[in-house]
Structures are given as C-alpha cells and as structure tokens.
C-alpha cells in the first residue's frame, strides 16, 4: 500500500492526503507492497445470509435440494441446508479485495478450491490471505503478477474454504491512483 508521509498531521493508517483538510481511503496494492510470506487478516467479517443464499442459487440456477430443500435434508441427515459453495467463495475471495486485488486489470487463475468444512445461513466468515508471490510480468512490464493463498473461517475458527489465485497488479500503483481518483 501507499505510505503515508508520518509528517503529514491527521492523516489516518490506511489514508492518504489528497487536498487540503480531505483524505482518502487505500485500497490495493502496487507490486512493491507484496511482502512474500506475510499473512493478511481480512475485516470486517461477514455473517451469511438467507438473501446471499437464495440469490446465488436463483442466479446459479443451481437445483441441487441439498441446497433448497430442508426435508431432502432432514432425510439425508442434516439438520439444515448447506449454503452453495460459490456463495462461501464470493464472500471470503471478496472480502480479501480491498487489501489485495483493488487496483487489478486481470484475474488471471483461481485454483486448488477446497471446501473443507460446511457452511449455513447464520455462519460468520473471516477470511486471510497469504502471499506466495510476487514478480514482475514478462508481457506487460507496467504490471506484476501476485499469487496468494486465501482460506476462509468460520466463527468456530474452522477452515471452510481455501485456494489460490492470481492477478495483475499495478507495478507502481501511485500513477494509477492518480489517474483514476483512487
């Protein structure tokens, strides 16, 4: 991320000057800011909801009952449904954008998917992120490739999901904040 000059007085962690008496938010990372190894803890948590749920499966079309049908549940052994996998993907791969990902142009891969662990409506999702890699691209000399490792836990600090991605970031990412307001 962008540092702020400390000299600069009233300006937040996470901040930066951009006027007189006004301040804006960082998001994302520039290629430099990708510290291999460092572990990031993504906030706020997000609680699943009923609404998440049924969206993705009417969005999905997923018809599977083990995700709509509690009775199919019941006789299956499970006291309630499970929550569709993409929806425990979208909430844990998006709450890790702010701090990774913001300022990308490219998603490049998302691979080795696990999930480990169940997930309901009701469940709370943490997610960290575990950076892997950071390089410069061999095509494009402006951007850098990053490759993370992203797991998602539940409020019982259970493993529910991970996996690993890659994208472009800006290889300095001050022109692009200039450029484009951010």
């Known amino acids: ?13 996470g901040y930066r000057l951009v006027g007189e008496g006004r301040v804006r938010e960082v998001i994302g990372r520039g290629l430099a800011d990708f510290v291999i190894g460092q572990v990031i803890e993504h906030r706020p948590a997000r609680t ?5 749920h049924a969206l993705t ?4 079309g997923n018809p599977a009952p083990v995700h709509s049908d509690i009775e199919f549940c019941r006789t ?12 425990t993907l979208s909430l844990v791969l998006g709450s890790s954008v702010r701090s990774t990902s ?3 142009s490219a998603n490049l891969s998302l ?7 169940p997930v309901h409506v009701g469940d709370t ?11 410069a691209s061999r095509s494009r000399p402006d951007q850098g490739v990053v490759t993370c490792r992203t797991s998602g ?5 259970q493993r529910v999901i991970t996996f690993t991605r890659a994208f472009l970031v800006p290889a300095d990412a001050d022109p692009v904040r200039e450029s484009t307001g951010y």
């Open 76 to 87: 299956s052994g499970r006291t309630q449904t499970l929550v569709c996998g993409m929806v």
């Open 1 to 13: 991320m962008t540092t702020v000059n400390t000299e600069q007085q009233g300006v937040p962690a």
């Open 153 to 157: 836990y539940n409020q019982h600090g």
């Open 48 to 52: 699943v909801t009923e609404t998440d």
């Open 57 to 60: 499966l009417a969005l999905s």
């Open 125 to 135: 999702l943490s997610a960290e992120t575990e950076i892997l890699s950071a390089r």
């Open 102 to 104: 913001a300022l990308t």
């Open 111 to 117: 691979d080795e998917l696990r999930l480990e662990h």
